[in-house]
């Protein structure tokens, strides 16, 4: 375990990792020391660099302001994601950052947030600043993993989860299928604002359904892997 404070060199960080909370068998939520005069806007990321690799990872405000939170899933052959799934608290983490302009655009037109898995943290972020009445669509295998539900349904207009495991105690509320179901079979025609985060297929395929069934509308992506 280090002792090292953190501290700013130019776009560079050093932090310590201060408490891991697990929400499921595989993600956790690090909270790290946020760095003096380290400021972001919600929907940035920082680039993690450990054991020589680098890494991306979504910004969410800590629960204090001298706290950063990050959501992530331990990929299992992942080099990265397992570390600091499993490094102690404590740990030294250097960063640079913020980077990425993955952030809310007020608009006329309704804002839909579409978000696979650990996707929704950039979300969660933009929540944090007081946004409400957007639409959410959280695609996941089981309700367990609709992280941050109890923050995100309270401010979204419609709060949708997309379940795609098989199971036995489906949310009566929930959407038994994917994002893409969702948005392909079951919204309204109109121009929107999108916003997706997640996997690369399933952006993909929001920008695919978005050109033939919402022509006018706009779309801003965050691609995870
Ligand atoms: C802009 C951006 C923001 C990101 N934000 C987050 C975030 O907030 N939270 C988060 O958990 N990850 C986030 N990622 C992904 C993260 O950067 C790493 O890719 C991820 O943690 C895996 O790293 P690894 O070294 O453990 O696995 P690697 O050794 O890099 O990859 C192993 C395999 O796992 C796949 N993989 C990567 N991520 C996932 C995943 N989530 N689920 C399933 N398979 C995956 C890879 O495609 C590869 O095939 C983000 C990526 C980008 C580009």
């Excluded at 992530?72 to 499993?86: C, F, K, M, Q």
Aim: proline fraction near 6%; aromatic fraction near 12%; hydrophobic fraction near 35%.
């Amino acid at each position: 375990m280090t002792s090292q404070a953190s501290c700013t060199s130019g776009n560079r960080h050093t932090s310590r990792i201060l408490h891991r909370q697990w929400l499921t068998k595989d993600t956790f939520t690090l909270t790290l020391e946020r760095p003096p005069d380290f400021h972001f806007q919600a929907g940035q990321r920082i680039h993690l660099l450990t054991g020589g690799k680098t890494r991306d990872y979504s910004l969410i405000p800590g629960d204090r302001q001298d706290q950063l939170t990050l959501l992530i899933r331990s990929v299992a052959d992942g080099v990265v994601s397992p570390h600091l799934s499993r490094c102690p608290l404590g740990t030294a983490l250097d960063f640079t950052g913020p980077s990425g302009h993955f952030i809310y655009r007020p608009s006329s037109r309704s804002a839909i947030w579409i978000a696979t898995g650990a996707g929704i943290a950039p979300f969660v972020a933009m929540c944090r600043t007081g946004i409400q009445g957007f639409v959410l669509l959280h695609g996941v295998r089981h309700d367990d993993e609709l992280y941050f539900r109890d923050n995100m349904a309270p401010a979204a207009l419609r709060y949708v989860p997309c379940l795609t495991g098989v199971s036995s105690s489906l949310s009566p509320y929930a959407f038994p299928g994917r994002v893409t179901d969702y948005l392909r079979h079951h919204f309204p025609e109109g121009a929107y604002d999108f916003y997706a985060a997640g996997r690369r297929e399933m952006i993909a395929e929001v920008m695919d359904i978005v050109d033939h069934r919402f022509p006018s509308s706009r779309i801003y992506s965050e691609i995870f892997f």
